[in-house]
């Protein structure tokens, strides 16, 4: 199985300010056109929702502060300026086989 | 919109099994991927596994394969999740979610207690 490796654990930033996470993948999870990669935010007590899909691609009604990029084993999801409503929890998850993994997860704190 | 109902929170004896619901609303059904995923502190997301609903087609985790069974019926628009043999490690949030990741269920407790 592909192992997901998100740093840092958690992140506390501050309003207004940038907030970075990264996501190693233990394989290349691109083709030269695709990168399987897709990052959610969980709030507590609810379930996870999308946010980029294929590494950089803004889900429909995420805001457009978010923003993902990398190729390979590389990527990172960015949130600037990061609001109040963005304390959750960001997970990578992976597609490039069965079965998708996903990382540890990323706690950020406003 | 695409709605995902799942059945309520469980309490259950270990050794006994339980049965999962997730109804889906305005989509083709038959035609995504529902895919279910297992949740518990400290042990992030898991994928169990896969069901198309309108081949009865599965894919599931090898870590999965004996614990947990899918079904489905087109007819009522319903998928469900069979978890068998519980235990303490059975104890989560499951999920379903339609087959691009969009639209997840809000999500149904196990408890596993005896």
């Known amino acids: 199985d592909i192992v997901l490796t998100q740093s840092p654990a958690s992140l506390a930033v501050s309003l207004g300010q940038r907030a970075t996470i990264s996501c190693r993948a233990s394989?290349?999870?691109?083709?030269?056109?695709?990168?399987?990669m897709h990052w959610y935010q969980q709030r507590p007590g609810q379930p996870p929702k999308l946010l980029i899909k294929?590494?950089?691609n803004l889900e429909s009604g995420v805001p457009a502060r978010f923003s993902g990029s990398g190729s390979g084993t590389d990527f990172t999801l960015n949130i600037h300026p990061v609001e109040e409503e963005d304390t959750a929890t960001y997970f990578c998850?992976?597609?490039?086989?069965?079965?998708?993994?996903f990382g540890g997860g990323t706690k950020l704190e406003i | 919109q695409v709605q995902l109902q799942q059945s309520g929170a469980e309490l259950m004896k270990p050794g006994a099994s339980v049965k999962i619901s997730c109804k889906a609303d305005?989509?083709?059904?038959?035609?995504?991927?529902i895919e279910w995923l297992k949740q518990r502190p400290g042990h992030g997301l898991e994928w169990i596994g896969e069901?198309?609903?309108?081949?009865?087609?599965?894919n599931y985790n090898e870590k999965f394969k004996g614990k947990a069974t899918f079904t489905a019926d087109t007819s009522s628009n319903t998928a469900y999740m069979q978890l068998s043999s519980l235990t303490s490690e059975d104890s989560a949030v499951y999920y379903c979610?339609?087959?691009?990741?969009?639209?997840w269920g809000q999500g149904t407790l196990v408890t596993v207690s005896a």
């Open positions: 979610v339609k087959g691009n990741f969009s639209h």
């Open positions: 305005d989509y083709t059904f038959s035609s995504y991927w």
């Open positions: 069901i198309l609903p309108g081949s009865g087609s599965t």
């Open positions: 394989q290349s999870v691109s083709t030269s056109s695709y990168s399987y």
């Open positions: 294929y590494a950089s």
């Open positions: 998850q992976h597609s490039w086989e069965i079965p998708p993994t």
